[in-house]
């Protein structure tokens, strides 16, 4: 191999500090970190109540709780990611956003104290999408655009 195939020793073998992170990417980091226990915390306590209550469908009460604590697995790891400048912790971090619009419309939809709940959920979604895709967040991540080469 010549000098010009061969890697060079990766510079993020250092400890992450907060100085390397910009303060946006912290934020997205919070967020998705946010969203994620959020998901876990509903998903127990379907479960709880799917199992000591008595609710009309008891299976499908264990199956939905079950469901939000796995979907927390895709948020929480995309804050981790993104708490730790890995780019390719973006993706994950911009599906879960994605997917929690519809959500936070159909929230919106019901007439209940689903509402504010929407609200909160729109306003995350939307925000964590601005910092994600962020020019000062794709450079700390190492993103480059397509047909860019590595400098």
Known sequence: ?????????????????????PRRLTYAA??????????????VWMLVLGISADPDD?????TGGVTLI???LLPLLAARGLWGLRGWSRGPAVITQIMALPVAYNL?????????????LATAAIAS???????ETT???GIRGPGRTPE
């Open 70 to 72: 796995v979907l927390a």
């Open 58 to 62: 008891r299976q499908q009460a264990v």
């Open 129 to 135: 999408l601005v910092l994600l895709v962020n020019g």
């Open 108 to 120: 919106l939809q019901a007439d209940s104290m689903a509402i504010p709940a929407g609200i909160a």
């Open 1 to 21: 191999m010549s000098s010009e195939q061969t890697p060079a020793a990766p510079e993020s073998a250092a400890p992450v500090t907060a100085d390397l992170r």
């Open 30 to 43: 919070a967020l998705a970190a946010l969203e994620g226990l959020a998901l876990v915390v509903g998903g």
């Open 139 to 141: 450079r700390a991540l």
